[in-house]
């Protein structure tokens, strides 16, 4: 643990920096004096300047905090639980159950008769959705011992929904079809206040739930019999971890929509840093790992100075992707 | 009359749909060294899981150190039994260390703290199967020797009084299959576990243990290695037309 303590420090540092890039990039070029004193509650000299740093990059910041930090830690958990360095909300269909239950949401209502649109449906749709498949993937994980064929039924289940989402996707108007897909580019920026609390409750209680199974994940790191031959009972930690899983995949999804590879890479370039698999030291690292590249993310999605937005997928995607290959090619055979 | 650490009467294993065995008894001591040998899928497998807890049972009792099986919860027994199965550790990117250390895990708080208790016995282990040398390494960097060394370490770690292993000798070569050998009779004899192992290297295990259970799918006879060989229970073990049993050497023959 004591010699692991520079490299926290360190990584503090860069969440921090991060965070302060983050903070005083956008589409309005604001002074980085003005955003430090704005910081530090001081008055600014254009009141615009402080309601956008107050009420919109300062929740985007938090809300790219807990994405990418939560994300990546429910990537390691799905890494453990399923013995499978390839694990992640997105290869898993997580995400993909998440999309599905809101493109019912916003396409289907017609079919399903007029839903009460509230600013919760689609969270819940879409936790609801990542939930079911990654129940469904938990028993198929329990009937196939083998690793590959688990992902290509992620893959499949991947597919079932892309056929459904455009199914609904042909029958539906132009306006519920903008909003799917808004939602499904993913984005860090469009929550308040309010909803950044609600989404760092649901974190913070994946998190205490992770924290809690540390022994027992230290266990499965060896496989399931031994880790029952350790004393853990399975089905109780199993499900723990299931639901500290979904809670962090499903939320997350659900607010920021399905954001790729963060999931899945983190973790990796986690323990590129950490030469460790003791998850009492990977589930900080990985938490503020995952935050800072979030963080990095959305400056680069901002496009700073400009008045576009890139969907914040695409950018996860363009990092993540060449990461993944670029373990794989180097290290031959990936190893959680 | 001395206590048993192991008492298995009429035992049944497998699954509700197929029994693999049954009629299996047999009563071991501390400080014994026992080998289950048998052709392949009689169940000798099953037997270890079951006695561990990872496997109902269909009838009959165990009772470990004179504790009825269904009486202990899993984690009591995790500080009676320690495991080492044929299948190898879900990660290897693990370092010997720290697998051995998990070995600690029956004995530590819900945080996993280690106490100065822990880490002499985790060092202990280490240096009784001379790894302290190894011990940052990863186990993908080690050959299959070592990393059986270190299995059988961490279920040491575990300081429970028996220990079950799996075939833990298979994909070594003749010296390493003796090394581990000699180093689990040293277990039993020096450090009074009483050890259990299932086994195909039946002429190695005649000269160690000091008990075996044959398989056979019908008496399953247990017994000292020599009082079986003058029973003749080693002649029927495999089809006659294939190998022969010598008697007077304790080992199996081609027949040409």
């Keep these: 643990m004591v010699s692991y303590r520079f490299r926290f420090l360190v990584l503090v540092f860069i ?32 009141a615009s300047w402080e309601y956008i740093i107050t009420q919109y990059r300062l929740p985007k910041a938090l809300t790219a905090i807990l994405v990418g930090g939560g994300l990546s830690l ?11 360095p390839l694990a992640g909300p997105f290869v898993l269909g997580i995400s993909s159950g998440a999309s599905l239950g809101a493109a019912l949401l916003l396409m289907g209502s017609a079919l399903l ?75 860090v920026g469009s929550l308040s206040w309010h909803q950044n609390s609600i989404l760092g409750g649901l974190v913070l209680v994946g998190i205490v739930l992770s924290v809690v199974s540390i022994k027992s994940l230290n266990a499965l790191l060896l496989g399931e019999h031994y880790a029952q031959s350790l004393g853990v009972s399975l089905k109780r930690s199993k499900l723990l971890i299931i639901i500290a899983t979904g809670l962090l995949a499903g939320s997350i999804t659900a607010f920021a929509g399905p954001i790729a590879f963060v999931g899945l890479a983190v973790p990796h370039l986690t323990r590129q840093l950490f030469s460790t698999m003791e998850h009492k030291v990977l589930i900080p690292a990985v938490f503020l790992y995952g935050a800072v590249l979030m963080l990095l993310c959305d400056a680069i999605a901002q496009l700073p100075t400009a008045a576009q937005v890139l969907p914040i997928n695409a950018i996860t995607s363009l990092v993540g992707a060449p990461v993944v290959i670029w373990l794989l090619v180097r290290k031959r055979k990936m190893l959680f | 009359m001395e206590q048993t650490a192991l008492k298995i009467q009429n035992l049944g294993i497998g699954y509700t749909s197929r029994v693999v065995a049954q009629h299996i008894n047999f009563t071991l001591i501390p400080g014994e060294l026992c080998a289950i040998v048998g052709v392949n899928g009689i ?42 199965l044929t299948e190898p550790p879900a990660t290897r990117n693990l370092t010997v260390r ?6 600690r895990q029956p004995h530590t708080n819900w945080w996993g703290t280690l106490t100065k208790a822990d880490t002499t016995k985790i060092r202990e282990s280490m240096a009784l199967f001379s790894l302290e040398e190894l011990a940052s390494r990863k186990c993908f960097e080690l ?21 079950l292993l799996d075939e833990p000798t298979t994909h070594l070569d003749l010296s390493h299959k003796v090394e581990i050998f000699k180093r689990l009779q040293q277990l039993a004899h020096v450090h009074h576990k009483t050890i259990l192992f299932t086994t195909h290297e039946i002429d190695l295990a005649i000269q160690l243990c000091d008990k075996m259970l044959i398989l056979d799918g019908k008496e399953n006879p247990f017994a000292a290695p020599c009082e079986l060989i003058e029973k003749g229970c080693f002649e029927s073990l495999f089809p006659s037309e294939l190998v022969t049993f010598d008697a007077a050497t304790g080992s199996f023959k081609l027949k040409k």
């Excluded at chain 1, 983050?22 to 309005?28: D, P, R």
């Excluded at chain 2, 099953?46 to 009825?68: D, N, Y």
């Excluded at chain 2, 050959?143 to 220990?163: C, E, K, N």
Aim: proline share 3%; net charge positive; with cysteine.
């Design chain 1, 74 to 84: 429910s990537g390691l958990l799905m890494q453990t639980l399923f013995r499978n």
């Design chain 1, 15 to 46: 969440l921090l920096a991060a965070w302060m890039l983050n903070v005083s990039l956008g589409s309005v070029a604001i002074p980085l004096q003005a955003t430090l004193s704005s910081l530090f509650g001081q008055p600014l000299e254009q």
């Design chain 2, 98 to 103: 720290e697998l051995i250390t998990l070995g």
């Design chain 2, 43 to 84: 169940g000798k497998s099953t037997l270890l899981r079951s006695i561990a807890g990872l496997q109902p049972h269909l009838k009959g009792t165990v009772e470990i150190r004179q504790k009825p099986f269904e009486k202990q919860a899993v984690s009591e027994r995790a500080k009676e039994i320690a495991l080492v």
């Design chain 1, 113 to 187: 008769g007029q839903l009460i649109f509230c600013d919760f449906s689609l969270v819940v749709a879409a936790s609801v959705g990542s939930f079911l498949v990654l129940l469904v993937v938990l028993l198929v994980a329990n009937q196939v011992r083998d690793t590959m064929t688990l992902l290509i039924i992620g893959l499949m289940f991947g597919s079932i929904t892309a056929a459904i989402v455009s199914v609904l996707a042909y029958f539906s108007n132009a306006e519920q079809l903008q909003r799917f897909i808004f939602w499904s580019y993913g984005s």
């Design chain 2, 143 to 163: 050959s299959d020797g070592q990393l059986q060394r270190v299995l059988i370490a961490r279920a040491m770690a575990q300081d429970t009084p028996i220990i």
